[in-house]
């Protein structure tokens, strides 16, 4: 499927059932190269502190505003980030709607939980705002799509959160095994094994003061407060998250993709569990899934594999866990967490973390290539914003959706405890109503996906 298609598919492929009006037209334009950039951050919690710190690093950009529908997070964020280094408070929301309509905010970046990140992104987009939306861009495929082709109709940057695409480490990575120095690429493998305890179980409670506990719902269910509903550990439930295939792993399932040199797959197949613990989570902690890729040029299997494993607790070590000290302590890389990817092809193999890559065409033997480096994917968003150039964007929205749609094919194969085969044309599961209606979700109004973006 390219570009030039989506936007017909999205618009045609019957998933969606409401409809929303357009609630913004296009805002500012890009004033010009030389003038600074006005960001906003929506959802200032520990990832959103991340986007802070690293917008305040970048040249000629202002991070103008906070928005969050917990209040308690603005006065020790401002402190912090603001005014204990001698810089003006920013403005503070906490209906994104309102920071949409500020003529001064320039560009946005969502830091929401999943549920949220389509639906802000594409509210964001059609206020004229540029947007970088953190991983996984959808909470489910099709308003995935619905972003895709939000991103195509309005001319603002958008990127993915796929961020391991601005690093030096991973372009290297893809030009040697696109270049065919490994062979036939014909598997890929993700992993994410962390240590994580027991989230244990909340019961529902009254809702903390200075949350607006209506905002956070937003397009999930209407469900009573609790702590294992809210703040992080709604990651491990499905009206808000996608597991840790979502989490941490969507990260290693964009790398395997784009390595490997393929989109969506044909067949899906996942087993899993939710082991040792009896707790809340309702997201499996161990998981395997395999997406199998139509590949017409194999020399003799036609197809390419590309399996994502996640494991929740002691586990052995794969990849390059060993070379964590050459690295600069490598993300995630360390004696409870392994973090990254493995690649197989005809003349050897790739063995690659956040920071670093090896190939060798024996096992045992001394790397015959490698590379390394890591550069600031927020730098990289400004930078596209500048320019008024997508295509520099180096997590482009529409490469972000692919992988994220994986994600969510390989969640529903588990959740229906059975493999599915999948048309990549259509966008659908074939001859499967069980399937197809998990492409989707019921919207609560008025929070809701719009089918004409």
């Known amino acids: 499927m390219n570009r030039r298609n989506f936007t017909k598919l999205a618009a045609t492929t019957a998933l969606g059932s409401a409809t929303a009006p357009m609630l913004w037209g296009n805002s500012q334009k890009w004033k010009g190269a030389n003038d600074r950039i006005n960001m906003a951050v929506i959802g200032i919690g520990g990832m959103g502190e991340s986007h802070i710190r690293a917008y305040q690093n970048v040249k000629n950009v202002s991070v103008a505003a906070l928005c969050d529908i917990d209040e308690n997070f603005f006065e020790p964020r401002i402190k912090t980030f603001f005014t204990d280094k001698g810089l003006a408070r920013p403005k503070t929301y906490v209906d994104m709607r309102n920071l949409f309509d500020d003529k001064d905010i320039d560009a946005v970046s969502i830091v929401t939980p999943n549920h949220w990140h389509a639906l802000a992104a594409i509210w964001a987009i059609q206020a004229g705002k540029h947007v970088s939306v953190e991983k996984p861009c959808c909470h489910n495929i099709y308003e995935g799509m619905k972003l895709v082709e939000a991103a195509k109709k309005y001319n603002v940057i958008v990127q993915d959160g796929a961020e391991q695409r601005s690093n030096p480490c991973a372009t290297s990575m893809a030009d040697y095994l696109h270049s065919g120095e490994l062979g036939e690429v014909y598997m890929a493998k993700g992993m994410c094994y962390k240590r994580r305890q027991s989230v244990g179980k909340t019961p529902d409670a009254p809702i903390p003061a200075g949350v607006n506990y209506d905002l956070w719902i937003g397009p999930a269910p209407e469900k009573p407060f609790s702590r294992n509903r809210f703040h992080y550990n709604w990651h491990w439930q499905w009206d808000y998250g996608n597991g840790d295939m979502g989490n941490q792993g969507v990260h290693e399932v964009d790398i395997a993709r784009w390595g490997l040199g393929v989109k969506l797959p044909t067949k899906i197949s996942a087993v899993g569990g939710h082991f040792m613990f009896n707790d809340d989570q309702e997201t499996p902690n161990t998981l395997l899934a395999n997406f199998e890729f139509d590949n017409p040029q194999g020399v003799n299997a036609k197809k390419k594999i590309l399996q994502f494993e996640t494991r929740h607790w002691i586990s052995n070590r794969e990849g390059m866990i060993e070379n964590a000290k050459e690295v600069n302590n490598a993300y995630k890389?360390?004696?409870?967490?392994?973090?990254?990817?493995?690649?197989?092809?005809?003349?050897?193999?790739?063995?690659?973390?956040?920071?670093?890559?090896?190939?060798?065409?024996?096992?045992?033997?001394?790397?015959?290539?490698?590379?390394?480096?890591?550069?600031?994917?927020?730098?990289?968003?400004?930078?596209?914003?500048?320019?008024?150039?997508?295509?520099?964007?180096?997590?482009?929205?529409?490469?972000?959706?692919?992988?994220?749609?994986?994600?969510?094919?390989?969640?529903?194969?588990?959740?229906?405890?059975?493999?599915?085969?999948?048309?990549?044309?259509?966008?659908?599961?074939?001859?499967?109503?069980?399937?197809?209606?998990?492409?989707?979700?019921?919207?609560?109004?008025?929070?809701?996906?719009?089918?004409?973006?």
């Open 333 to 453: 890389t360390n004696t409870k967490n392994n973090i990254g990817n493995l690649f197989y092809g005809s003349k050897g193999y790739m063995e690659k973390n956040v920071n670093q890559w090896k190939a060798y065409n024996e096992v045992d033997a001394p790397a015959v290539a490698s590379g390394k480096g890591i550069k600031s994917h927020y730098k990289n968003f400004c930078d596209a914003i500048r320019a008024n150039d997508q295509s520099l964007a180096k997590a482009d929205i529409e490469e972000g959706f692919y992988s994220c749609a994986l994600i969510h094919l390989g969640n529903i194969s588990y959740r229906l405890g059975r493999s599915l085969e999948f048309d990549p044309e259509i966008m659908r599961f074939k001859n499967d109503t069980e399937a197809n209606a998990m492409l989707t979700r019921v919207y609560r109004a008025p929070f809701v996906i719009p089918d004409k973006v």
